[in-house]
């Protein structure tokens, strides 16, 4: 089966084209942009598509990134996984970037539970635990710095992520987190058949909110 992955949810925008059968990466594309992921992801999907020499049609699956992470970039990638899906009769999963994370980690150095903290700004962190099996052990969740370090106060594996630092006593986190979307392409392909279709996991409202105390009084019999 030949999997498309694509990942917004960074200051990466990816692309991937991926054959579960053979586990093999026929096409990936990734560009570090920072913003303006809706302008480009089609180009580097598309850039994608033709170092692998296939055309969308060849597509049996989609695996997009779901966040934690950039509240516009997610929604392009979301709506775009989707309008794939849809358009070419056939699944498109999310993965969390928390669990490709996980995932690429414990590829590396198997056998130990990974916990992955991502800096989400404003002394707080996004958490998830992962068993030595890439299996969560605890929900993903927003949690102060404060509660984060509580909750890795017993943990025994490593901590991993842009807020590892700051959840080890440090000052400032590593910067920006990027992984392989082809770990994206790997996960969304050992997912199972039927699952909801993909939606952005956020676990933090958006910084751009309405104004109140502008809204136009409606006229009974308009």
């Known amino acids: 089966m030949i999997v498309l992955s694509i990942d917004t949810s960074g200051v990466d925008c990816s692309a991937c084209l991926y054959d ?83 995932a690429h980690h414990l590829h590396a150095h198997p056998g130990q539970p990974v916990a992955v903290g991502l800096d989400a700004k404003r002394d707080e962190a996004y958490l998830q635990i992962f068993a030595a099996d890439g299996s969560p052990s605890t929900e993903a969740a927003l949690l102060s710095l404060t509660d984060a ?25 590593s910067g920006p987190d990027h992984f392989e979307i082809a770990t994206v392409a790997r996960i969304g392909a050992s997912k199972p058949q039927g699952l909801p279709k993909p939606a952005p996991l956020y676990l933090r409202g958006p910084d751009a909110k309405p104004q109140s105390g502008f809204a136009l009084e409606r006229r009974s019999g308009a």
């Open 149 to 173: 370090k509580a909750a890795l106060a017993d943990f025994s594996g490593e901590v991993i992520g842009s807020a590892a630092p700051l959840l080890a006593g440090g000052e400032t986190g």
């Open 20 to 102: 579960s059968a053979d586990d093999a990466v026929l096409g990936e594309v990734t560009e570090n942009i920072g913003k303006g992921h809706a302008e480009l992801l089609m180009g580097i999907i598309e850039g994608a598509l033709q170092q692998a020499s296939l055309t969308l049609q060849d597509v049996g699956h989609i695996a997009v990134t779901i966040g934690p992470g950039s509240f516009t970039g997610i929604r392009v990638g979301v709506a775009a996984a989707r309008g794939f899906a849809l358009s070419l009769g056939i699944e498109a999963v999310g993965v969390t970037t928390l669990e490709t994370l996980a």
